[in-house]
């Protein structure tokens, strides 16, 4: 939390630094140097231009380590604001200013008194819920609750999506995909059939492919007609599976999001509210540049949006690279996890919770190499609903900040503008329905 930290450590070794993309590097302990790294203080003075790393110790060998860490600080009273001349013309600024003391506050008394806040990363906020569980303890409803509230972004584990059929779908798409680009486009944009998103219309390493329900079987035979030259059974049935399995998730997940309103809410609102949902999927394939030229460089793969569902639920590889904006504006990476899902609120549950459910901007990017897989179902409102928060969702005393619009306006709002771009990225409902520019 300080400026600067100056760090002795002993022969031991142990302490880690984390780089841009995650890995874990060893600061080797170098006899008659010093270990000195840049604070929370001084990244947020300098609007980002300096980076305070995550950095922790481990030990490895049952023999005691020493070290002396001095900590440089901004006075208590002090409001850390970059400055213009810091900042730089044409830049955003990523931080808000804050006093330093209500900073310190924030780490030493958030998550149940812990030392200093130990790893505050969007994890901490959006743990891993069981959705096999009822979820009626009130601390995983808190944690479920903070997490749509600030991030808008959870992970899910225990979903009934196993492996081998993730799998599958994945194997299936990697064919289709790396089909000629001639056959993929009987599909695209000008096609009768529309399921196909070529490269260059989200982004120059995007292609997708999108499969509707709730019959996801005749969906995706309608595509697999078109590309397959022999009647493939087999890409049909795999899909109605995936399908049928979101399409059961994304309703156990309106639900428990909706015990995060209110008391009752999931029987006072489910059934009619939520009844005409209806879902789809996107395949998603990025394929970056073979050769990023620096190691730190990366591209978009994606960029920044919000999603226009009601929740999205998203299957990512190993790959990583997915990114949540934080409401100070910094980029949080969702780190793949194994056997988990990433959960994100979108833009027509804020609009209906008066937001009070997050829907937040996210993007994709590619930092290796290397081909990207993942696999988002967005559990949509029926295209005629009016988006209205009802009165027990806004609540007493507070203003409502969207007017009612219609689900397929926004669909047009999104689609038809800035070019006929893939989905408008970068506007939000905000733009659409907030009320005093929200
Ligand atoms: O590829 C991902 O991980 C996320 C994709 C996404 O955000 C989307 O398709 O809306
Ligand atoms: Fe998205």
């Known amino acids: 939390m300080s400026c600067v930290t100056i760090v002795y450590q002993d022969e031991m ?3 880690q630094v984390r780089s841009k993309d995650g890995r874990r590097i060893e600061m080797n302990p170098c006899e008659g140097t010093l270990v000195v790294n840049v604070g929370d203080m001084l990244e947020a003075w300098s609007n980002g231009r300096l980076r305070s790393s995550e950095h922790r110790v481990v030990l490895k060998k049952p023999a005691y380590r020493f070290s002396l860490a001095f900590f440089r600080c901004f006075e208590d009273t002090k409001v850390v604001l970059a400055s213009e001349e810091v900042v730089g013309e044409g830049n955003e600024r990523v931080y808000r200013p804050f006093v330093c003391s209500d ?6 008394t958030n998550e149940e008194g812990k030392f200093e806040k130990v790893g505050f990363t969007v994890k901490d906020f959006a743990g891993i819920d069981d959705i096999s569980l009822p979820l009626q303890s009130p601390s995983s409803l808190s944690s479920l609750s903070q997490a749509c509230k600030e991030w808008g972004f959870f992970l899910i584990s225990d979903h009934g999506v196993s492996k081998e059929l993730y799998n599958k779908v994945r ?6 995909f790396s089909l000629p680009v001639e056959t993929k486009t009987k599909l695209g944009p000008l096609s009768s059939v529309k399921t196909y998103t070529p490269h260059c219309i989200a982004s120059a390493f995007f292609e997708s492919l999108r499969v509707s329900g709730p019959d996801f079987a005749a969906s995706a035979q309608s595509s697999a007609d078109v590309l397959f030259h022999h009647h493939n059974s ?3 049935e795999t899909l109605q599976e995936y399908g049928s399995k979101m399409t059961e998730l994304s309703k156990k997940i ?3 999001v909706l015990m995060t309103l209110g008391d009752d809410f999931e029987n006072k609102f489910n059934d009619s509210e939520f009844n005409n949902c209806h879902g789809y999927l996107r395949i998603n394939n990025y394929s970056p540049p073979q ?3 620096e190691e730190e460089e990366e591209v978009e793969g994606l960029g920044k949006h919000t999603d226009m569902s009601c929740v999205t639920i998203v299957y990512q590889d190993e790959m990583g690279g997915l990114q949540v904006r934080s409401k100070d504006g910094r980029w949080i990476e969702m780190n793949p996890c194994e056997g988990t899902l990433v959960v994100n609120v979108g833009d027509m549950l804020e609009a209906w919770s008066n937001g009070r459910l997050r829907s937040s901007e996210h993007r994709v990017v ?3 190499p290397a081909n990207r897989f993942s696999l988002a179902f967005f559990w949509c409102f029926e295209d005629e609903k009016v988006v209205l928060a009802p009165e027990a969702v806004v609540r007493e005393g ?8 219609v689900c397929s306006d926004y669909l047009k709002f999104r689609e038809t503008n800035e070019e006929g771009k893939f989905e408008k990225v970068g506007f939000t409902v905000k733009d659409f329905a907030g009320i005093n520019g929200r």
């Open 103 to 108: 900073y310190l506050k924030f780490r030493e």
């Open 366 to 368: 590619l930092k290796k």
């Open 291 to 293: 050769i990023l030229e």
């Open 254 to 256: 309106v639900k428990i």
């Open 171 to 176: 194997s299936l798409s990697e064919y289709l």
């Open 234 to 236: 087999e890409f049909s």
């Open 398 to 405: 507070n203003e409502r900040v969207y007017r009612p619009f």
């Open 13 to 15: 070794g142990g302490l």
